[in-house]
T-cell receptor, first 109, second 111 residues
Framework: DAKTTQPNSMESNEEEPVHLPCNHS???????IHWYRQLPSQGPEYVIH???SNVNNRMASLAIAEDRKSSTLILHRATLRDAAVYYC??????????FGGGTRLMVKP | DVKVTQSSRYLVKRTGEKVFLECVQD?????MFWYRQDPGLGLRLIYF???????EKGDIPEGYSVSREKKERFSLILESASTNQTSMYLC??????????FGAGSRLTVL
């Protein structure tokens, strides 16, 4: 199974943009890139997903490299409520999503 | 919004007890999942189901079983709880697009 690599932790200042990187060098042509986040004491929640083109929604933007071997989740203006663990996951359209360790984002006021 | 409801937020059980963790979703999703989450190990898939009465093993099914008698309900069963099953258990559901909606979690402590 294709795996993802993310930094263990990142820090950001409130109201600044945050770029969370993810490497997936063994991605296959049919793998979707999913991002989830987990706020303290809650289950993970879906953020965004994409295949080849960049994607935007109300929560975030997803920038996918042209060779698809990496992607970046962009939070345009971080708030204290964005402090969470962010997971980058590959989905090969099977039924199983495998979560790695994720990136713990800390947001400073 | 899709809701996934887990019956108990916190449980404390004794070694050897039978434990039922219940999960209900209200959006007619075909797929349902049980994960456990432990510090340093992330989320690991225990079992999933893609239809009523169907089940598939995930990465760590040993010591667990599941039941899906109705589409909206997916139960995780620990036949004889052990201390190494102390964990946070997370239920999720999805439609064909494979976007998961998780419940709030059930924190199980086995003494």
């Amino acid at each position: 199974d294709a795996k993802t690599t993310q930094p263990n932790s990142m820090e950001s200042n409130e109201e600044e943009p945050v770029h969370l990187p993810c490497n997936h060098s063994t991605i296959s042509g049919t793998d979707y890139i999913h991002w989830y986040r987990q706020l303290p004491s809650q289950g993970p929640e879906y953020v965004i997903h994409g295949l080849t083109s960049n994607v935007n929604n109300r929560m975030a933007s997803l920038a996918i490299a042209e060779d698809r071997k990496s992607s970046t989740l962009i939070l345009h203006r971080a708030t204290l409520r964005d402090a969470a663990v962010y997971y980058c996951i590959l989905d090969n359209a099977g039924n199983m999503l495998t979560f790695g360790g994720g990136t713990r984002l800390m947001v400073k006021p | 919004d899709v809701k996934v409801t887990q019956s108990s937020r916190y449980l404390v059980k004794r070694t050897g007890e039978k434990v039922f963790l219940e999960c209900v979703q209200d959006m007619d999703h075909e797929n349902m999942f049980w994960y456990r989450q432990d510090p340093g190990l992330g989320l690991r898939l225990i079992y999933f189901s893609y239809d009523v009465k169907m089940k598939e093993k995930g990465d760590i099914p040993e010591g667990y079983s599941v039941s899906r008698e109705k589409k909206e309900r997916f139960s995780l069963i620990l036949e004889s709880a052990s201390t190494n099953q102390t964990s946070m258990y997370l239920c999720a559901s999805s439609s064909g697009a494979n976007v998961l909606t998780f419940g709030a979690g059930s924190r199980l402590t086995v003494l």
